[in-house]
């Protein structure tokens, strides 16, 4: 038997001095034939069929039957997924949410892609991806499979950036200088970070009073300042 998704071609060896041939489907007769092939095109992926081909003799008798059983392979894939999108995102981690592929059978479970690499199959349209860096860049996609191993193509793609979840070191050497009644200069040594400080918070008393981009800071005119 030659098999595909949408048909089952039987064929067999033919036999002198017979004029027909009778194809049975699951013990009901689906074909009367003078060749030594039929096509059933009534059938469903994944179903099982047995079939049976008797010679019909010029006497009308029938020979004994020959027997085969056919299952019909799936071999159409899903849908892609689609709608990849974020639905929420931390310093190491990411969670990702899609819309269901369909299929003409069903769906198994769907195919975690990152950066070109499978990182997890899961049977919901949902993923959490906890191994991430911190600002880090990463591109994913999803693929969905079929109960049959069939393996959709690739959702549209999406580019992810994780958050900056690594704080600056503390700035060290603080130091104050009277510049006059009202007038204080601090300065300070400059703190490190993974990306880049930007600023930096100047607190007195609980309260914060000021920002500077550099790693010193003037206290405005007519302030008070208590010794």
Do not use: C, H, M
């Not at 004029?19 to 689906?30: A, F, H, I, M, P």
């Not at 991430?132 to 499979?145: F, P, Q």
């Not at 993974?194 to 914060?208: D, F, H, K, L, P």
Request: hydrophobic share 35%; no cysteine.
């Amino acid at each position: 038997a030659s098999l595909v998704q949408d048909k089952v071609v039987l064929t067999w060896d033919a036999q002198p001095i017979v004029s027909q041939y009778k194809v049975y489907k699951d013990s009901e007769l689906l074909s009367q034939v003078s060749s030594n092939t039929v096509t059933d095109v009534q059938v469903s992926a994944t179903q099982t069929y047995n079939y049976t081909v008797t010679a019909v003799w010029p006497n009308g008798r029938e020979s004994r039957p020959a027997v085969l059983s056919v299952t019909v392979p799936d071999t159409q894939a899903p849908t892609p997924p689609t709608k990849l999108s974020v639905q929420a995102i931390a310093p190491t981690s990411v969670t990702l949410v899609w819309t269901g592929a369909s299929d003409n059978i069903a769906i198994k479970n769907y195919q975690v892609w990152r950066d070109g690499v499978q990182i997890a199959e899961t049977s919901d349209a949902g993923f959490v991806d906890n191994t991430l860096s911190s600002t880090g860049k990463y591109l994913y996609s999803v693929k969905a499979v079929d109960t049959s191993n069939n393996v959709s193509l690739a959702s549209a793609g999406l580019s992810v950036t994780t958050k900056d979840g690594i704080g600056p070191t503390v700035p060290t050497g603080l130091q104050a200088a009277v510049l006059n009644p009202t007038q204080i200069a601090l300065t300070w040594d400059s703190a490190t970070d993974n990306v880049g400080v930007a600023q930096y918070r100047i607190v007195r008393n609980g309260t914060q009073i000021g920002i500077s981009k550099q790693t010193s800071f003037t206290l405005p005119l007519f302030t008070e300042v208590k010794t």
